[in-house]
Every structure is written in structure tokens, then in C-alpha cells.
């Protein structure tokens, strides 16, 4: 499982077959997402090829829903990967390499190519997530080489002190973190933890105390995203034949398997404001899946494969820039 954001969306995988199964239910499914349109602004990291600079890397796309569902992927011009919107919905933080070194940086989406470094020590960073009061980043990494310190971080925001959260044993051997989340008041942050036997398990981190609690045990448990109610975290598991979208009751510890999808071919996921809805990337395409009616919908295909979203659901006026390569937009119901 190691090294999953570099390897996994390399893979062919096979298309799903029979998408839709009869007009009415696409019919069906249209209107229900009409009558119940998401709101918003996601921001995406897409791995295409630079023809610039000859080879494959990451650079970040935004998509705003519209009355017309004429969603479109207009790029940003900025290189990057894990990308997180600020509670307010006017920065957009996210890590880039270069040279061998991660920063964490801080864009306006009016002014995109104006980038502001947030670390004043470089790297390795991964999977950052802005805490919902806007006052800390997340996030795992180490600094220097030695990646036998890789831990969970916290970056306070207005005067830029990184602070090590957690305090994993390594005893000699590299450990991965895949994924993390905070909750909604700020105060716990849910991550996955590579362990001995190539398990993933969810740990949940106070943040104040520093104390750690299992949530997950004996499986391949990864990308954890906290639902914006806190009563939920999505998750995904991988069983060697298929990986399985879940969620977990925070307060009862409740499983739910949502839906298997291909595997090595789900990344990320990002929750709807209301709770009932989630938006998900598989290869190079997003869907929208409502948690009531269990119907996903695509929403675009991208020239690229989708890794990282972060999805704002206020109202936001995408800048007008027109895009490099043009998305293509279909709808469409999943074989579940």
C-alpha cells in the first residue's frame, strides 16, 4: 500500500459497465438532483501530462455548480496537490514540490497565481486539511530525510508554529499516514495510520490532550473525511478485490458500506455541507452520490486523473479564465 498517492491512479483499470439502466431511472435521478442542486465550489488536483515541461504532474483545477450543470474545469496555473478551502471560502491552501522540498501555500482564487508560502521549513508534507474555525492546517510529513519522523502536524495560521501532534513509534521503520480530517468544532482530528501487517487503521487525535483513540482495527482503513453534522466519517476499505466507500457513527461506532467501486480506482471524497451528499473522484471523472436514494450522478470527466477535492458550499463566483483543454460534462446513473 505504500506510496499509494504516487502509484495507484497508474494503474489501468477496467470501465464500469452498464451505465444507466433505462431511461426512467436516469430521469429519475436528474430530477432528483434538480430539485436538490448542490451549492458551491470545488477545487481538485488532476495529474495530466505539462507538455511545457514534458512530463506528468499535478496542477490544480476549480468547478462551480451552476443553475445550468454546465460544470466546467477551469485551471488555476498553480502546480499542487491536496488542496483545502478555508472555512470562509476565500483562500485555498494546498502543498507543492520542488527541488525535493514541500511547502504549504495559500492562494485567492481572483488572484491564483499569486501564491503565498505559509512553512517556513520545508518537507515532506502530505494530506492537509484547514480546520473548520480557520485557525490551523493539518497535515503529516517530516522535515530533512528522515522519513522515521513522519507524524501528524498542526500549523497555526496567523503566526505560522508547526507543532508535532502525535508520537508514533516507528522502531526503525517507515510508517505511512493515509489521510486526514478534522471535525466540525476543531477540537479532534481523524487520520489513517499504516501499522505493522500492512493494516490502515482511523485514529481519532484530541488536540488538545494529544490523546489517541483507535476507531478502526484489523482492516485497510484510509482517506477519512469528517462529515460536516460530526456525527459521521467517510472512509474507504480496501478488501484485495474491491475498495468499499463507508461510514462510521461516531458516537456508536455504527459501519455502513455505501458502495465498492474497481479497485485502485476511488481517491477522494468530500461531504456536501447538509450531510446528504458526498462528491467522489473514480480515475478521471467526479460523481455525486446522495446518501438517500444511494443514486450517483457524473458530473465531469477531466483530462486527467482526479486525486485530491475539497468542496466549499457557499456561493462563490468562479474567476473567468477559460480552460486549457475543455472538460466534458455528462450525467449519468452508476451500476451499484
Known sequence: MKNRTDTRHFRNTSLLKSLGIGVSLVLF???????????????????????????YDWN????????????????LHQKGMYPSWSPDGE??????????QSHIYSIQLDTPKKKTQITQVGGTYRFLSVSPDGKKLAFNGYQGHVQQENQVWTLDIATGEMEVMTGVQHFGRTFFFWGLSWSPDSK????????PGGLEQLYILDVETKDVEIL????????P?????????????????????????VETRTLKALFDIDNATGYWAAWAADSQSIIYSWWHTLYLFDLDTEVSAKLLEADGSIFIISWWSG???????????KLTTTWGNLKR
Not at 483562500?91 to 525535493?100: P, S
Not at 456525527?231 to 474491491?242: H, V
Open 29 to 55: 435521478c436528474l430530477a432528483h438532483i434538480a430539485a436538490a442542486a448542490p451549492t458551491g465550489t470545488l477545487v481538485y488536483s488532476v495529474y495530466k501530462l505539462d507538455e511545457r515541461l514534458g512530463r
Open 60 to 75: 490544480l483545477y476549480t468547478t462551480a455548480f451552476g443553475d445550468n450543470k454546465d460544470f466546467r474545469g477551469i485551471p
Open 91 to 100: 483562500t485555498l491552501y494546498f502543498i507543492q514540490r520542488e527541488a525535493g
Open 188 to 195: 479532534k482530528i481523524v487520520f489513517s495510520l499504516e501499522r
Open 216 to 223: 478502526t482495527e484489523l482492516n485497510k482503513d484510509y482517506y
Open 225 to 249: 473525511v469528517w462529515s460536516p453534522d460530526g456525527k459521521q466519517i467517510l472512509f474507504m476499505r480496501w478488501d484485495r478485490e474491491f475498495e468499499t466507500f463507508y461510514t462510521i457513527d
Open 315 to 325: 456561493v462563490k463566483e468562479v474567476f473567468p479564465v477559460e480552460p486549457q483543454q
